[in-house]
């Protein structure tokens, strides 16, 4: 993969933080935040193209991951699995998908559970379709491989954790 530097040095979104001992971090949060909003303005059209407007991404990620293995979650299975820390976002994408129709609530023991619906099943299947169409054909076209873009995603995934860590460490300054 060619690496984007220019003779005016990395590309950031804030050259102030690149002038530090890893200025490569800083070209990775700007391709973050870049892929971040692309990420979030996609799945709110593909969405509405499935049928479903007017949700928000968090609300399309929390009914994803309802809709994963048919299995029912509770609040902390789904922001754990999300990594949302404030579980009030979540409550609250649990209520306008439950108003919507496309989720519902049931009870284990004192446990609250949600599951989708046939409605919001419907749904992520046409999001499917629609990415698989859209999306996956395109990506596809770009020759890189599912393992390229497996060992891409494993390299995120440990990267999430020292964010996650230096939060931490920030939290107690």
Request: glycine share 6%; hydrophobic share 45%; proline share 2%.
């Amino acid at each position: 993969m060619a690496s984007e530097k220019s003779e005016f040095g990395p590309i950031v979104s804030s050259g102030h933080l690149a002038s530090g001992a890893l200025p490569a971090l800083s070209e990775i949060e700007f391709g973050m935040i870049m892929l971040n909003h692309a990420f979030g303005r996609w799945m709110v059209r593909c969405m509405s193209a499935a049928g479903v407007p007017d949700l928000s991404p968090i609300d399309i990620l929390v009914l994803h991951n309802i809709n994963s293995r048919n299995k029912a979650k509770t609040l902390a299975d789904i922001a754990l699995v999300l990594n949302i820390e404030d579980t009030h976002v979540v409550t609250y994408a649990l209520k306008k998908l439950e108003r919507l129709k496309l989720i519902k609530s049931g009870r284990r023991g004192k446990e609250k559970l949600v599951m989708v619906t046939e409605a919001g099943a419907e749904a992520c299947n046409r999001y499917a379709a629609v990415r698989e169409e859209l999306l996956v054909k395109s990506v596809l076209a770009t020759e890189v491989s599912g393992d390229t873009l497996s060992a891409m995603a494993a390299r995120l995934r440990a990267l999430s954790g020292h964010y996650d860590q230096a939060a931490r460490a920030a939290a107690s300054l």
